[in-house]
């Protein structure tokens, strides 16, 4: 079987491919094409896959090409992870927010809204291409803001496509840890929106534990995921949060912590993903694979170990140096995936959170919205659990953010200034028509007239 990864010079394709060496046999899958308009960042990214293959003596085929079409055609799986713009349109979607005093988050904040108006339109293309070339392949869409992107796509009419994130997992794996368990003796139910979801129910060995959870306070400054949120604030929701949610319930805090900062995490990635691109260009990796991998390894622990400790004011982790790491097993977005691939050929099935059509699993929704929610996946396909009571301020957090989607949605088909305006307008992180037409203004004037 082939999966085919569209934007596969990403940084992140070489802890794919390293994660997928432990289960291609399993999964039945011989071979990954990489496919990237950026050729020269492509070559690196080839090679540095192709080393971590060969230095484990396993027998998967990794390559690059050079047409959209060769990579898609007789795919059996499709991942794709789009940056388009490149680094520097986070960089300016984020300046562009904060200088009107609004987050810019590329998924949470007005970021997202502009990286979803230059990327759609592309993924539309793409996913025209995959109709004809390779009409039966699961769509696995990791690009960002990846529930409104879902969205947007879902609603367009291609409905082989699953949003994938890695937040839900990873906060799992932490909670685990924390209680001394494995991850296959914990259940974790999460509901809600991409990046706007609450765990609902935690279960050690079968017996619920929420109730406890919430009243801990050293599991909660434990977690890492929890550790940004007031304890105080958890107990009166009931519900422990999705990170993101630190952008909504301690706005002012992420945003004095951001300016105070004196830089954005877009920028940082930026710097970071330039210097390591410019040792990698420089050296023969032919000649020094492993030490090239180092190289790779070690700017993507500082990438890592910047993960909102901006917004959240977090100290970092200290780094290891260069000859002592260890390429990353693939856990997080690359290990969705692939749980949700080895649930899709089990009888059994799998409890995995993904986002998918709600199709009746969160009352109060339309059965198209597209949610991110607890699923089985199963040979007989993915199934949302019910939820059966949603709190009044979790639906009307919901209810927000899906209205905004669906109108950024038709802002982006009908290339209509007037509803992008309506759109930003309702996001709760900006709440204001004069902010919100500013910002519509704003982003159409730096991308060259994307609205009427």
Known sequence: MKIAVIGGAGVRTVIFINGLLKRYKKLHIDQVVLYDVQEEKQRVIEKLCQHVVSRKQEELKVWAVSD???????????VTTLRVGGDHSRVVDETIALDLGVIGQETTGVGGFSMAVRTVPVLKEYCELIKKHAPNAWIFNFTNPSGLVTQALRSAGYDRIIGICDAPSST??????????????????????NHLSWIRSVKKKGKEILPELLADDAFLKGVQEFSMFDPELLRSIGFLPNEYLYYYYHREKALANILASGA??????????????????????????????????????????????????????????????????GMGYAGVMLDCIEGMQSEEGKYLVLSVENNGSIP????????????????????????EDVPENCYLLM?????????????????SRETAVRALMLHPLVNSYSLAKQLVDKYDEVYGGIFQ
Do not use: W
């Open 399 to 415: 209810r927000m953010i899906k209205m905004y989607e669906k109108l950024t949605v038709e802002a982006i088909n009908t290339h």
């Open 364 to 387: 109060g929704l339309a059965d198209g919205d597209v949610v991110e929610t607890t699923c089985l996946v199963s040979k007989e396909g993915i199934h949302p659990v019910k939820v």
């Open 68 to 78: 959209p079409v060769e990579a898609i055609a007789g795919a059996d799986y499709i």
């Open 264 to 329: 954005t995490r877009g920028k940082t990635i930026e710097s970071v993903n330039q210097q390591m691109m410019e040792e990698l260009k420089g050296m023969d990796i032919g000649a020094d694979p492993e030490g090239a991998l180092q190289i790779f390894l070690y700017y993507m622990q500082i990438r890592e170990n910047s993960y909102m400790s901006i917004e959240s004011g977090l100290a970092k982790r200290p780094l290891l140096e260069k000859g002592e790491l260890e390429v990353p097993d």
């Open 172 to 193: 799992k794996f932490r909670m685990a840890r924390d209680l001394g368990v494995t991850e296959e003796e914990l259940y974790v139910e999460f509901f809600g929106l």
